[in-house]
T-cell receptor, first 115, second 114 residues
Framework: GDSVTQMEGPVTLSEEAFLTINCTYTATGYPSLFWYVQYPGEGLQLLLKATKADDKGSNKGFEATYRKETTSFHLEKGSVQVSDSAVYFCALSANSGGSNYKLTFGKGTLLTVNP | DSGVTQTPKHLITATGQRVTLRCSPRSGDLSVYWYQQSLDQGLQFLIQYYNGEERAKGNILERFSAQQFPDLHSELNLSSLELGDSALYFC?????????????FGPGTRLLVL
């Protein structure tokens, strides 16, 4: 079945450091790929997405490129801020039968950014 | 604010009881999803509805059921509750449930079974 593997946390960085959170996936067909972020006490919100190979999703300084050859969708940000502290989830959307699609999530990576 | 609302925010109940969680999707969205988030299992897809009809099932226990009403709000019913059902339950919605669509998540209902 479909699965997403992302680096285990927690990840602790100083403000302005470079961030990489690795994500690899297994899926049949051509999934869409997403990064969601969950701030403390809140629901998930979309950070960025890519729907086909070599697409780059970007938002708020975060970027991720859909790499079909390595089945990866690594999240990067050049300079993190304290306000980026949250849990980050990599997810894929793939066919779950007929014309239905569901999200499969990785386990999440807790990021803490210290001033 | 995603536009998806969930009630109640918190729920504390005892083993063996039954509870109902409610979700209102974003205006115009026809597809509703339910997810369970727990420390040991992570985020798991439970079930999807589209315009009142069940579309897909994930790791949903037989003790759990859901429905989507004509006004498109959805309810998740959890019965014969066990300690292990304690978790955060999220509802999400999207326009029609397509491959490339973003799912918009509600704030969640935190269920504690004592």
């Amino acid at each position: 079945g479909d699965s997403v593997t992302q680096m285990e946390g927690p990840v602790t960085l100083s403000e302005e450091a470079f961030l990489t959170i690795n994500c690899t996936y297994t899926a049949t067909g051509y999934p869409s790929l997403f990064w969601y972020v969950q701030y403390p006490g809140e629901g998930l919100q979309l950070l960025l997405k890519a729907t086909k190979a070599d697409d780059k999703g970007s938002n708020k300084g975060f970027e991720a490129t859909y790499r079909k050859e390595t089945t990866s969708f690594h999240l990067e940000k050049g300079s993190v801020q304290v306000s980026d502290s949250a849990v980050y989830f990599c997810a894929l959307s793939a066919n779950s039968g007929g014309s239905n699609y569901k999200l499969t999530f990785g386990k999440g990576t807790l990021l803490t950014v210290n001033p | 604010d995603s536009g998806v609302t969930q009630t109640p925010k918190h729920l504390i109940t005892a083993t063996g009881q039954r509870v109902t969680l409610r979700c209102s999707p974003r205006s115009g969205d026809l597809s509703v999803y339910w997810y369970q988030q727990s420390l040991d299992q992570g985020l798991q897809f439970l079930i999807q509805y589209y315009n009142g009809e069940e579309r897909a099932k994930g790791n949903i226990l037989e003790r759990f059921s859901a429905q989507q009403f004509p006004d498109l709000h959805s309810e998740l019913n959890l019965s014969s509750l066990e300690l292990g059902d304690s978790a955060l339950y999220f509802c999400a919605s999207s326009a029609w449930g397509g491959l490339t669509e973003t799912q918009y998540f509600g704030p969640g209902t935190r269920l504690l079974v004592l």
